[in-house]
């Protein structure tokens, strides 16, 4: 094939050619592997390069940022052909949505809002977030958290909202002296302690936040 020849000759690329060599690949004469995935059979796979740029980043490596953007440019491209095929959405409805919504969160650079300082942004940002997806109380805040989040994430962000909503949240322990150090120590004896009795720590911390989800929003 023509386009086959061109992209083996060519030096440099965009995304177009990344979106081109997904559809050969999952094409009839294509790759077999690449044509019998599916959203949920390679979703690990973007939770792994998703983890893989972060570590990238920590590592302050331009060489290795490069190659796992790219890795993770591939799943959004991989996502969204699976998704075309189906007559679901396409790729440039992807690029749409997201520069649409960019414009949107900006209306101190795309409209006449005017700003004093990053918070004011953030500010205006969560506002305009929540309002775009109607949620108004502390029950839609909590239920548009991603569950899908690392336990230790996903109780973060509900104990943040909890407290910007003046909800308390109970913290009975007694710790001597909070410092990063000594609750890095007790986070990681307390991981310990879960594998050593046989249970799942990060799964533990999954179920107490369905159980707070719960009891905050009932």
Known sequence: MDIIKEMKN??????????????????????????????????QDLLEEAYETVEAIDLESDEML??????????????????EEEGRFTVDD????????????HPHIFADVQVESVDDVLTNWDAIKQNSKKRETLKEQLDGVCKALPSLML??????????????????????????ENMGDMLFELVAICKKNGIDAELALQRKCERFLNEITK
């Open 94 to 105: 992807v690029y749409t949505g997201v520069c649409k919504k960019m414009i949107e969160r």
């Open 155 to 180: 109780a973060s962000k509900y104990i943040s909202k909890s407290l910007k909503s003046g909800v308390d949240v109970k913290c009975d322990m007694s710790i001597p002296e909070i410092t990063e």
């Open 66 to 83: 490069c190659e796992e953007l790219g890795d993770v440019m591939l799943q959004v491209m991989f996502h969204s052909r699976i998704a």
């Open 10 to 43: 060519k030096e440099r690329f965009t995304s177009d050619d990344l979106r081109k060599i997904m559809e050969i690949l999952r094409s009839e004469n294509g790759c077999p592997w690449d044509r019998e995935q599916t959203h949920k059979s390679i979703r």
